[in-house]
């Protein structure tokens, strides 16, 4: 019984409209994991969240794939842009090729910056520097959840700085 309502629940959320969220940065990954303990062979599962305008956080999209394949991702995207996702300002993804072309297909208006964890902390903190806020070797030395945070604190910043100093398409 609370399985079967988990299940329900998280189908209605699966579900649920997206237009709402103005989102600016979407971050977007696959982890593998065993669905049961039972299970011998890992599943992908894709997740994307997103950080609004006003900088907070949300959850948009959860899904098993079978791995991550510019096909699953695909998929994944397509359902979400259904659901009324717009186009972020960009996306922050690893390196796998198949997201990597994912994410240009479905959002061709985005920019995709393809960084492990620590690359966007010297992005932010790069930023951060071109903004006045800092030198370069201050910001460096700012641990990475610092930097990382200030994505979140400050995104129309942010913005600005990329609009500045991203050349044009």
């Not at 599962?45 to 098993?64: H, M, P, Q």
């Not at 390196?95 to 072309?101: E, F, M, Q, V, Y």
């Not at 910056?113 to 930023?127: I, K, L, Q, S």
Request: aromatic share 10%.
């Amino acid at each position: 019984m609370l399985c079967g309502q988990l299940k329900k629940d998280f189908e209605q959320w699966q579900n649920r409209d997206l237009t709402e969220h103005k989102i600016l940065y979407l971050f977007c990954d696959g982890i593998y994991l065993r669905l049961r303990p039972e299970d011998e062979r890992t599943a992908a599962v894709l997740c994307a969240y997103g950080i609004r305008e006003d900088g907070k956080k949300v959850l948009l999209n959860l899904a098993v794939g079978d791995k991550e394949s510019t096909v699953c991702w695909k998929s994944f995207f397509q359902d979400m842009k259904q659901r009324g996702r717009a186009e972020p300002l960009l996306a922050i993804i690893d390196g796998n090729s198949g997201l990597r072309r994912a994410v240009r297909e479905c959002f061709p208006g985005s920019w995709c910056n393809g960084v492990r964890f620590t690359g966007c902390a010297t992005f932010c903190a790069n930023c951060r520097r071109k903004l006045g806020q800092g030198s370069r070797s201050s910001c460096r030395r700012r641990s990475r959840r610092r930097a990382t945070s200030w994505v979140w604190s400050e995104p129309k910043r942010l913005w600005l700085c990329m609009s500045r100093n991203i050349p044009k398409r």
